[in-house]
């Protein structure tokens, strides 16, 4: 799935919303999903179909054949790292400043509405042995965050947010 693609299948804020849900759950029914969100369940079922298609969920029927049971593609979600000469295409920029854009037009209402939220945007240099050790880092708090989410969500603790982190080359020629 190129990044365009994957930007295309999230587009709609319903479908980010049930994978944030399906990724604090694990596992999750369309109904499940439908309740949590309070949305009407053959809207979510459409949507599941979207991200389903896209390959970023994966389904399960459960034992009776009437349930199906829906699960984040965790490959699809967070790919490997890219070939290096994939770096500077001109989609993966564009992809990479839409994302940006998308976020820096959420700040205003996230802080304004709640103040619970937090975002962080800015630019930074960063040697090559710098950028590693962060994004070491990065993964290093991220699993530490999915574990307390484990706990949590596993004891009816806690409330759902959206946590997300991106390191990404701000400009093609980088300097």
């Known amino acids: 799935m190129t990044e365009m693609s994957r930007l295309k299948t999230l587009s709609h804020p319903l479908r980010l919303q049930i994978l944030v849900l399906l990724d ?3 596992e999750g029914r369309t109904s499940d999903l439908a309740s949590e969100l309070g949305a009407a369940a053959n809207k979510v079922s459409y949507h599941l ?4 298609s896209g390959g970023l969920i ?7 054949a ?9 490959e699809k979600l967070n790919p490997p ?16 400043f839409a994302i940006l854009e998308y976020l820096r037009s959420l700040v205003p209402d996230l802080m304004d509405k709640d ?6 945007l800015g630019v930074v240099y960063l040697t090559s ?7 070491e880092q990065m993964g290093e708090m991220y699993q530490q965050v999915r ?3 484990s706990t949590n969500y596993e004891n009816g603790e806690g409330d759902l947010y959206a946590l997300g982190a991106q390191l990404l080359p701000a400009r093609p020629d980088q300097r």
């Open 81 to 96: 790292e890219p070939d290096p000469s994939e770096r500077g295409s001109e989609e993966g920029r564009a992809a990479s």
């Open 66 to 74: 009437r349930e199906t049971w829906w699960s984040v593609n965790e």
């Open 58 to 64: 994966n389904k399960r029927v459960g034992e009776d």
């Open 129 to 135: 042995d710098q950028r590693k050790r962060l994004v």
């Open 115 to 120: 103040q619970d939220q937090s975002v962080m």
């Open 49 to 52: 179909s979207i991200l389903e």
């Open 24 to 26: 604090a759950m694990k």
């Open 147 to 149: 574990e307390l989410s």
